[in-house]
């Protein structure tokens, strides 16, 4: 038979049982919508945790020591003192895809301005940290290299240290804050940041020239970290292998010994977050789809008794020239079309819902191409899968026993 | 040779096994039908009258023996040929119409033709007329079955028939469910279609509607038991307006 005329036959049949035919495509709505919205949510969070670490700095590649030993002891990692200036020298020389390299040294204190005083921590670096961590001065200036050069006590507050220190509101820069007694000149103030993924306050932070601190704050010569950023995020892994050959060259390992430094990028952390929301998001597809199999279910359930209630139509149609593929198809695709037309409006109600849960609750959504695609092709499937068994019953009934059948 | 003859049956057996015993519905049946025939096939119940309906529809193939049906030997054919050959050669007529619910006359009439491949919606179209037309029910043919008198849905049935131009027609007690009057009406019309040069063949197991026929065989116990042509016809027509007017009311 001609597949318009099975299309004709379907609708004919579906618009028979109008109730029938809406409540069991609302299985497939519901299945479809719930598997829709759940991806959205995912996504939409995955997405919103790349936007967060991003912000940090995509690019940005981090090396510290990695921990050793001393006679049995495993020591911790700020303890080695393996990284020093001379390796900063060696990646800005030797790596072209590293764009920016800073050195970096920190020390924990109480911050004193006046009869106001904080605990934070001081960061001693060069002005490429800022590029480096996407920083951005916004009142005053940043520390240049003569400064490094001189170990000038010059400062750069953030916006949490200013308020816990100049509570009143009044500029800080031109003012001098004290750092374990150091007296520190506050020449620039951070731009707001705020809170990191994992709620630290990045605006608690004061950046002073990496000299300074090695000297007149820790009294040391290594460096903690160098902090260094590739030419774009996809060159992350050769600005990784640059630095990791110029970095063994400058310690001069051989073949046979593994490295003593640690280098990790930002790009890491976000696969790392990335598998934790898809795992998140798989999980919630995984039981959105279980009511898209309970909708299939429902669709097998109204095909056999579709079949039962049709058996004398099916006899008829076989006596007067049906063949078996005949009376499969023309189940088949009843089971096909409510299965697909159940999938569009669910498709319709799932991006829908993902839009007002993200208007109402302000959660971060995205709705993909590849969710809507994809539950579609599932719901086809199912109507393909569900509606075979019936299908398949009806076509092998005997024409004479489906005629008389009471 | 016989090209004339529609049906061929020649020592026609057929046996179902139910369980443990073998059940022999039809035990050795043989005989010919030309064409424009109308043969009436009688017997009561148990007498094998619709395992011979059900072979003769080619629904049912036969244990042993030949049919050949317009030269076609049936025992042989696959089921798909099998629906081929009821698409294209028989018209069924049954007891309880079997018409689609909440479809109308014409679509009805114009089922087997959706099954034929070679006929396109057109061709579909004016065939099922012309066979609504034949059956006088051309203004009905907007009206779905519960819309219609038991009579009208027969006729819409015969209709069906009739569309794809069939060797023969195979009617199963097709007046059973009809009132008197209007199964003489029903006869009437086989008879007219007859005399276009229809071949027909009517099972039923009531004597006096037989005798509208031409030829009838009673089948006892899996057996032909007579096999007699009638000298004189019954015409139906007459006997419709002979009947008593007060039956209109």
């Known amino acids: 038979m001609h597949p318009l005329n099975l299309i004709k036959i379907a609708l004919k049949a579906m618009a028979r049982n109008k109730m029938r035919s809406f409540l069991t495509m609302l299985g497939m709505i519901i299945g479809v919508a719930s598997v829709i919205a759940m991806l959205a949510i995912g996504q939409g969070s995955k997405q919103s945790i790349q936007d967060q670490i991003s912000s940090m700095g995509t690019n940005m590649i981090f090396v510290r020591p990695e921990s050793g030993q001393q006679g049995g002891v495993r020591l911790e990692s700020s303890t080695m003192q393996s990284l020093t200036v001379d390796d900063v020298e060696a990646i800005r020389a030797s790596s072209p895809h590293v764009s920016h390299v800073s050195p970096q040294v920190q020390g924990r204190g109480q911050a004193i301005s006046g009869a106001n005083n904080w605990p934070t921590s001081i960061q001693g670096v060069s ?9 951005e001065v916004a009142d005053g200036v940043m520390f240049t290299e003569r400064d490094i050069q001189s170990a000038a006590k010059y400062c750069i507050l953030g916006p949490t240290v200013v308020e816990n220190l100049f509570p009143g509101g009044e500029s800080p820069i031109g003012r001098t804050i004290r750092f374990k007694n150091i007296p520190f000149k506050v020449i620039g103030v951070l ?20 000299t300074t601190i090695q000297k007149r704050v820790l009294a040391i010569t290594y460096l903690h970290t160098i902090y260094a950023s590739a030419v774009s ?16 060259t400058s310690h001069k390992l051989k073949e046979s010994q593994s490295d003593d430094f640690d280098i990790r990028s930002q790009a890491d952390l976000i696969k790392t977050f990335s598998s934790i929301s898809e795992m998140l998001t798989a999980l919630l597809a995984a039981i959105a789809s279980i009511s898209l199999l309970v909708g299939g279910i429902g669709i097998m359930n109204i095909m056999f008794v579709s079949v039962t209630e049709r058996t004398r139509e099916i006899g008829l149609r076989m006596a007067i020239g049906g063949r078996e593929i005949d009376i499969m198809f023309q189940f088949l695709i009843e089971s096909i079309m409510i299965s697909v037309s159940g999938g569009i409006i669910g498709v319709l109600v799932g991006v829908g819902a993902s839009v007002g849960v993200g208007a109402l609750a302000g959660w971060p959504i995205a709705v993909t191409t ?3 695609v994809l539950s579609f092709l599932v719901c086809a499937f199912t109507g393909v899968f569900f509606g075979w068994y019936p299908a398949r019953k009806a076509s092998y009934l005997d024409p004479i026993e489906a005629l008389r059948y009471e | ?4 003859h529609i049906i061929e049956i020649e020592q026609l057996k057929r046996e179902f096994v139910m369980g443990s ?36 529809g080619c629904l049912d193939k036969p244990t042993a023996g030949s049919y050949m049906l317009d030269g076609i030997s049936v025992a042989s054919l696959t089921k798909n040929e099998l629906a081929r050959l009821r698409n294209q050669k028989i018209g069924f007529v049954f007891q309880s119409f079997n018409l689609l619910p909440r479809t109308s006359a014409l679509e009805n009439v114009e089922l087997p033709l959706l099954y034929n491949p070679l006929v396109g919606a057109k061709e579909r179209r004016e065939r099922a007329l012309s066979a609504l037309e034949a059956v006088g029910l051309t203004e009905r043919m907007r009206h779905t079955p519960s819309q219609l ?21 195979l009617a199963d007690e097709a007046t059973g469910n009809l009132d008197t009057r209007t199964s003489y009406e029903i006869m009437s019309l086989f008879q007219d279609l007859n005399q276009k040069g229809k071949t ?27 096999d007699n042509v009638l000298e004189e016809q019954r015409s139906a027509r007459l006997f419709l307006e002979n009947l008593p007017v007060t039956d209109e009311i």
């Open chain 2, 1 to 4: 040779m016989t090209s004339n």
């Open chain 2, 200 to 226: 027909i063949v009517f099972v039923t197991h009531e004597p006096d509607i037989a005798a509208f026929s031409k030829r009838t065989i009673t089948l006892r116990d899996g057996h032909i038991i007579r």
């Open chain 2, 149 to 169: 008198s038991g009579g009208q849905q027969q006729r819409v049935a015969i209709a069906r028939a009739l569309v794809n131009d069939p060797v023969m027609v």
């Open chain 1, 191 to 210: 731009a707001e940041k705020g809170e990191n993924t994992f709620g630290q306050d990045q605006d608690d932070i004061i950046l002073a020239p990496y």
């Open chain 2, 21 to 56: 015993e073998v059940v022999r519905a039809l035990k050795g049946v043989s005989f010919q039908v030309k064409q424009s025939e109308f043969l009436t096939i009688m017997g009561t119940s148990g007498s094998g009258k619709t395992t011979m309906l059900n072979i003769l």
């Open chain 1, 233 to 248: 995020e996809e060159q992350s892994d050769e600005a990784i292998q640059e630095v990791t050959l110029a970095l063994r």
């Open chain 1, 370 to 372: 590849y969710s809507i």
């Open chain 1, 127 to 135: 002005p490429d940290f800022l590029e480096i961590r996407k920083l």
